[in-house]
């Protein structure tokens, strides 16, 4: 059997080495972007939990708003009654 000429070999051996520098970029590219996807993840679960801060907060509000209004509506109402009394 005939001896391969030496610049197939070279060619072979640069084929080779391109083949591992693919295969480590592909690693390097599947780490990067598994590590993106964590901070997204992440990023949405704060988000999430500030959303639910938020609504729950306004509905706090809403109620605060609402006894206020009654306190108010009472408040005028005992001072009619006082007003009306016979002292």
């Known amino acids: 059997m005939k001896t391969p000429p030496e610049s ?3 060619f072979k051996e640069e084929l080779r080495k391109a ?3 693919k295969e480590r970029l592909k690693q390097q590219y599947e780490e990067k972007l598994s590590d993106v996807n964590r901070e997204l993840y992440r990023l949405k679960e704060q ?3 500030q959303q639910d801060m938020m609504r729950t907060t306004l509905e ?3 109620v605060l708003e609402q006894r206020l209004s009654e306190f108010k509506e009472e408040v005028a109402h005992v001072t ?3 007003k009306n009394s016979v002292y």
């Open 80 to 82: 009619t009654q006082r």
């Open 60 to 62: 706090y509000a809403s």
């Open 8 to 10: 197939f070999l070279l």
């Open 47 to 49: 988000i999430q939990s």
């Open 19 to 21: 083949q591992l520098e």
